[in-house]
């Protein structure tokens, strides 16, 4: 179907890959045991809605830009590297038991902004897009007359089972924040954890090549 083959080894793929710690499995954990299940919740789902725009890019062709332009790939790699270092260094610098490790944080604004975050740190790494456009293609028949339809149904077959196990995470790890949240001290010390932990991936992608 649309020039796409070996689609059970390619699903067995996606899950390997998804249940591989990376990047996006520490963010999800950190936001869920520093702010709270609603807040890991909406993360997951924003870190799983770039992977979309990245699909939809790389079937339209536009993630081969950053494949082909250097400066391209540096300037979108920078900027979400200065984004990441940018939460992380909010929660560092916070006094006290700081904004994000009181208590969970509730509410339709914070849970919009969680998902922002979200979306943001994923869309603007690079290293995605990149990954897109080299896995998704050894699924896809030379010959196909559909390719952008195939990088579409493969790439949100991808998202589909990395959704599935974002959710889990953020579900499962959240009551960890939660009994550590009952003490302030260490909500402080959460915080200041959280945000090394943001500022250390931003550093990641900013030396990565």
Known sequence: MLGIHDFPLFLL????????????TLYILGRSIGQGRAQGLASALGICSGCVVHTFAAALGLSGLLAASASAFLLVKLIGAAYLIYLGLSMLLSRGAGRFSAAPVSGDRH???AYRQGVLTNVLNPKVALFFLAFLPQFIAVDSAHKPAAFVLLGLSFV????????????????????LRRSERLAARLDRALGAVF??????LALSR
């Open 13 to 24: 793929s996606c899950i390997a890959l998804n249940l591989t710690p990376g990047p996006d």
């Open 160 to 179: 589909a089972t990395g959704t599935v196990w974002s959710l889990c995470l953020a579900w499962f790890a959240a009551p960890i924040g939660a009994w």
């Open 111 to 113: 849970w919009l902004a």
């Open 199 to 204: 500022v250390a991936l931003g550093l990641r």
